[in-house]
């Protein structure tokens, strides 16, 4: 199977985590664009959509899915959304399509995380895949420079074939830290939370995964966590 066809199974699979008559909140991504192409198919099932980016919520709106303000809904049950690298105990290097911010808000909120990915996402130590951070761009090279000093290499993310810096959703910029090997993810989370002029860490420790659904090629694999 293609990565492709494994991450449209777990999309499909994770219909299964959505609460009739509910507020879903919806992930970015690869992965989370094809579980909104699937959550079209039973719309009439839920009341809408929180989403995670802009992106998000125009895939939602053209699917006819309602796209809620988070400042207008009190709790959303459950999350739906993609990962770049997830351990065995459900932490997430999230971020590499750039939403880490208003995942992490989104997911904050949720009652239930469900990760879906493909087994290539499964990893015993994260930080092959380089940690994103969003940044205030005026405190992009001072934390550069803490980053460094946590023993990462951070480079600054540009647009796609360009050299013009990518800008966030929310006027954030990236650093991409490459070298980490990170074996403690909520210390790690919690020191780089704690930088000034740092948005937000594409750490998901404190608060990641409940669920993961796996795909591989002898099918879904549910990770309970
Ligand atoms: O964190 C994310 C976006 O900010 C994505 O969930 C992550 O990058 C995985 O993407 P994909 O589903 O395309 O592999």
Redesign the pocket.
């Known amino acids: 199977m293609t990565q492709d066809e494994l991450?449209q199974e777990v999309a499909r699979a994770a219909i299964a985590y959505v609460v009739d008559g509910e507020i879903i909140g919806v992930?970015?991504?690869?992965?989370?664009?094809?579980f909104i192409d699937e959550l079209a198919l039973v719309k009439h099932r839920v009341k809408g959509a929180v989403a995670?980016?802009e992106a998000t919520a125009a895939r939602l709106r053209a699917h006819g899915i309602a796209v809620f303000d988070l400042n207008d809904v009190d709790a959303i049950a459950v999350y739906v959304?993609?990962?770049?690298e997830i351990t065995p105990g459900g932490a997430?290097?999230?971020?590499?399509?750039?939403?880490?911010t208003r995942?992490k808000i989104v997911a904050s909120v949720s009652g239930k995380f469900v990760c879906?990915?493909?087994g290539s996402?499964l990893v015993e130590t994260m930080g092959n895949f380089p940690l994103?951070v969003e940044v205030l761009p005026m405190a992009r090279a001072a934390v550069a420079r803490q980053l460094r000093a946590l023993g990462g290499e951070p480079r600054l993310r540009l647009k796609a074939g360009s050299d013009e810096v990518f800008i966030t959703d929310n006027g954030g910029q990236i650093l991409d830290v490459g070298g980490l090997r990170i074996t403690d993810p909520a210390g790690l989370e919690r020191e780089i939370d704690q930088i000034v002029g740092v948005i937000a860490v594409?750490l998901f420790a404190r608060r990641g995964a409940d669920v993961c659904l796996l795909g591989t090629s002898e099918g879904v694999k549910t990770l309970t966590f």
């Open positions: 991450k992930g970015t991504g690869s992965t989370a664009n094809f995670s980016s959304d993609g990962a770049d997430m290097i999230k971020g590499g399509g750039a939403a880490l995942e879906i990915a493909d996402k994103p594409g």
